[in-house]
């Protein structure tokens, strides 16, 4: 009983691996990867993004929910004002200025990093905390 057993397996899996042994399958397709860069910036988000000038300050800029911002140099505020987030990247008027400045935000390489880049081409990668 138990040969019979056994050979019906045997049987059984031999029918198996022959349905599944054709090989009528269509060539196999190459995987399609998008690699475009891309164009849109990266929107701000409130929080405060610090970094270090060329002589070692730390600059920190605030950007608040509420549409306000402050910007310290070495712990001292050296300006404020109000910002948003428009086609042209993050744009911020301070207090008193006639029109606004803006600046675009792409993820830095590192974790928990952002590149700025203000309008007159520099960039600054700042360290960001919500």
Avoid: H, R
Wanted: charged letters at 15%; glycine letters at 10%.
């Amino acid at each position: 009983m138990k040969t019979i057993f056994a050979l019906a397996g045997v049987c059984a899996a031999s029918l198996t691996l022959a349905a599944c042994g054709g090989n009528d399958a269509a060539e196999p397709t190459e995987a399609v990867i998008d690699d475009t860069v891309a164009t849109t910036p990266v929107a701000s988000d409130a929080g405060t993004y610090t970094s270090l000038t060329e002589d070692g300050t730390e600059l920190a800029i605030s950007l608040n929910a509420d549409g306000s911002y402050a910007v310290t140099e070495a712990g001292e505020q050296v300006e404020t004002g109000t910002w948003e987030d428009t086609a042209e990247g993050a744009c911020w008027t301070a207090q008193g200025a006639a029109e606004a400045d803006c600046a675009t935000f792409a993820p830095g390489v590192e974790a928990g990093t952002v590149d700025m880049t203000n309008s007159a081409g520099d960039t600054l990668t700042f360290s960001y905390t919500s």
